[in-house]
């Protein structure tokens, strides 16, 4: 047998991805035109207590269904009156006593109201993101040098009524942003219990925007807002919950983490059991890209007046990398560095936003003076912005391959965990990822065992991601029926994972079962046909198979979509050596 250059498919973990499963018909709509829709398909809903929003999904003559949070309403008694209103100001009655629930705790409900105005019924969109992206690490065993392409950052909105008064009105907002990896639960204060919370999303919420929709760049709705990683900044520096008192002036919300909804899968999974699933409009098309420039024009909205406040650059630089504007955002927590030199919070600001951006040395250096400020300071039992600092450390060292320096600083993070905040599994999957880059294989599996644990008792869903990696480094340790069983355990969870076909494709055929290998490579590469790994690995099979022609194609393949990939390009020529070509 030749010596030929296999190559693993990598552990997923990190930035977002778009996997497209059908060619791409439609164009994107302008902004404006996703805005104008999901003003008319957001309801603004009245319950007893704290307003909430909702979406309009489905008519039946003069009635109404509309899909909010559960928690928006939950408390609604039988003897309550509750309202909405809709886009063009009309209030409507809701109708208490027939308020749908779904089952298993999942965060959502579906309203009725009447009336016989025409309203615009939103489409939902069942189409499947992959929201994680392969990464590699060098080892022994395999990794020569391949850079993995860089995945597009899908854009998505969000609509919904703040409960935060304007002249004595409340008012709709509208606020873009990206869909991001939700594959270790990137969340750094996840609450109990995971009622259906797996989308995790960029753009910047606010209470009373719970039940709003997730849109698309077709104006479909792909999840349901529900919840925000949200702190509290007081005024000198402590990251405790949402809000930030201005001394002597505002309460200003700057929020430096994600937002939280339920995939609306979950929802028509539900419905098509019931007698709701004729009333909606579903679509499985993938969603058309929208450009960057198009984000250029938004401008966020400032609570902080005074520019010599470090405050307002902090707000303003929190807004912007959330629609992937990175250099602007940095430039503006530069601002607020200037303004106020020993701010650990704009430093831990700067270095998320700069990771964002892939610029992980600077990361790394401003997480580290965010670190040292606060250990001369002190202050790090005061809240989580020093976790939080050190996860900053943690992630640019990961990514700038310093694996046994990202091992330490997370687990000093994890030594370090904020009080009364459910643990987060994230930390024990990047663990696991860092363990098996250092070749501590078992240890690594222990911690992804301990990330799926934590998950399962928050009530989350089972992650394909942690299965794939803890079969990934089983297959790293040559436990070939174990890793397989981990791969198909993946597969059953999510059957468009395509790093799961791949690598199920490489433990196959190290059982010997090249034929079946060969079917698992062509899975994933109708998933993701750009996979240099996986034509690469096809072709090694193929010629194993006596199929030196077809061989030869797969490894043409690879080196036509990257041109530098060094397995494929010397696979191809060892084999036109045999072949006398």
Same mark, same amino acid.
């Given at each position: 047998m030749m010596d030929f250059s296999y190559k693993l498919t990598g552990m997923a973990f990190g930035a977002a991805i778009v996997i497209l499963q059908a060619p791409q018909m439609a164009t994107a709509l302008t902004i404006n035109e996703i805005e104008n829709i999901a003003r008319e398909i957001t309801v603004l809903i009245y319950p007893p207590g704290e307003t909430g929003s909702g979406i309009i999904i489905g008519r039946e003559g003069n009635k109404y269904y509309v899909l909010t949070a559960l928690h928006v309403v939950e408390f609604i008694g039988g003897n309550d009156e509750a309202d909405l209103k809709t886009y063009d100001g009309e209030n409507h009655s809701i109708n208490v006593t027939n308020i749908q629930k779904l089952p298993n705790n999942i965060d959502l409900a579906v309203l009725e109201f009447t009336s016989d105005r025409n309203y615009r019924i939103a489409t939902l969109s069942n189409f499947n993101y992959q929201v994680y992206r392969d990464r590699e690490y060098?080892?022994?065993?395999?990794?020569?040098?391949?850079?993995?392409?860089?995945?597009?950052? =899908?854009?998505?909105?969000?609509?919904?009524?703040? @409960?935060?008064?304007?002249?004595?009105?409340?008012?709709?907002?509208?606020?873009?942003?990206?869909?991001?990896?939700?594959?270790?639960?990137?969340?750094?204060?996840?609450?109990?219990?995971?009622?259906?919370?797996?989308?995790?999303?960029?753009?910047?919420?606010?209470?009373?925007?719970?039940?709003?929709?997730?849109?698309?760049?077709?104006?479909?709705?792909?999840?349901?807002?529900? $919840?925000?990683?949200?702190?509290?900044?007081?005024?000198?520096?402590?990251?405790?919950?949402?809000?930030?008192?201005?001394?002597?002036?505002?309460?200003?919300?700057?929020?430096?983490?994600?937002?939280?909804?339920?995939?609306?899968?979950?929802?028509?999974?539900?419905?098509?059991?019931?007698?709701?699933?004729?009333?909606?409009?579903?679509?499985?098309?993938?969603?058309?890209?929208?450009?960057?420039?198009?984000?250029?024009?938004? &401008?966020?909205?400032?609570?902080?007046?005074?520019?010599?406040? =470090?405050?307002?650059?902090?707000?303003?630089?929190?807004?912007?990398? $959330?629609?992937?504007?990175?250099? &602007?955002?940095?430039? @503006?927590?530069?601002?607020?560095?200037?303004?106020?030199?020993?701010?650990?919070?704009?430093?831990?600001?700067?270095?998320?936003?700069?990771?964002?951006?892939?610029?992980?040395?600077?990361? %790394?250096? !401003?997480?580290?003076? !965010?670190?040292?400020?606060?250990?001369?300071?002190?202050?790090?039992?005061?809240?989580? %912005?020093?976790?939080?600092?050190?996860?900053?450390?943690?992630?640019?060292?990961?990514?700038?391959?310093?694996?046994?320096? !990202?091992?330490? @600083?997370?687990?000093?993070?994890?030594?370090?965990?904020?009080?009364?905040?459910? &643990?987060?599994?994230?930390?024990?999957?990047?663990?696991?990822?860092?363990?098996?880059?250092?070749?501590?294989?078992?240890?690594g599996i222990d911690a992804i065992n301990r990330a799926i644990q934590i998950r399962q008792s928050q009530g989350l869903a089972s992650s394909s991601v942690l299965v794939h990696n803890r079969g990934f480094i089983l297959l790293l340790m040559e436990r070939f029926q174990d890793a397989l069983n981990d791969f198909d355990r993946a597969l059953d969870i999510n059957p468009n994972y395509a790093s799961a076909w791949s690598n199920k494709g490489l433990v196959l055929s190290d059982l010997n079962r090249q034929n079946e290998a060969i079917a698992a490579f062509d899975r994933a590469l109708d998933i993701n046909p750009n996979d240099v790994n996986t034509w690469n690995n096809r072709g090694i099979i193929l010629y194993q198979l006596g199929r030196k022609n077809d061989a030869l194609s797969s490894f043409e393949r690879a080196i036509e979509i990257d041109n530098n990939y060094q397995p494929a390009i010397e696979n191809r020529a060892i084999l036109r050596e045999e072949l006398g070509r």
């Open positions: 060098p080892s022994a065993d395999y990794n020569r040098g391949q850079s993995l392409q860089q995945p597009e950052k =899908p854009y998505i909105f969000l609509s919904g009524w703040p @409960a935060e008064y304007e002249n004595g009105e409340l008012k709709w907002r509208f606020n873009p942003g990206i869909l991001f990896d939700n594959s270790g639960t990137s969340v750094s204060n996840p609450l109990v219990g995971s009622r259906g919370y797996e989308l995790l999303y960029t753009n910047l919420s606010a209470p009373g925007m719970s039940g709003g929709p997730v849109l698309d760049t077709q104006g479909r709705v792909i999840g349901v807002h529900g $919840r925000a990683d949200g702190k509290k900044i007081t005024s000198d520096n402590e990251i405790v919950g949402q809000f930030l008192e201005e001394e002597g002036k505002y309460t200003v919300r700057i929020k430096f983490g994600l937002s939280l909804g339920i995939p609306i899968q979950t929802f028509t999974q539900w419905a098509n059991g019931t007698s709701l699933k004729s009333k909606l409009r579903v679509e499985n098309s993938p969603p058309p890209v929208i450009s960057n420039s198009q984000t250029q024009s938004w &401008e966020p909205t400032i609570e902080v007046e005074d520019q010599n406040n =470090p405050l307002y650059w902090l707000d303003r630089g929190n807004q912007l990398w $959330r629609v992937n504007r990175n250099q &602007e955002a940095i430039a @503006a927590f530069d601002r607020a560095i200037e303004i106020k030199p020993n701010y650990p919070l704009a430093y831990f600001a700067k270095g998320f936003a700069l990771g964002f951006a892939r610029q992980y040395g600077e990361a %790394l250096d !401003a997480c580290n003076q !965010a670190v040292r400020i606060l250990e001369v300071e002190r202050v790090r039992d005061k809240g989580d %912005l020093y976790y939080e600092t050190l996860r900053c450390r943690a992630g640019a060292l990961q990514e700038l391959q310093r694996f046994d320096g !990202a091992l330490t @600083a997370l687990n000093k993070a994890i030594d370090n965990y904020p009080e009364n905040v459910s &643990e987060n599994s994230g930390d024990w999957a990047t663990k696991g990822e860092l363990l098996a880059a250092l070749q501590q294989y078992q240890s």
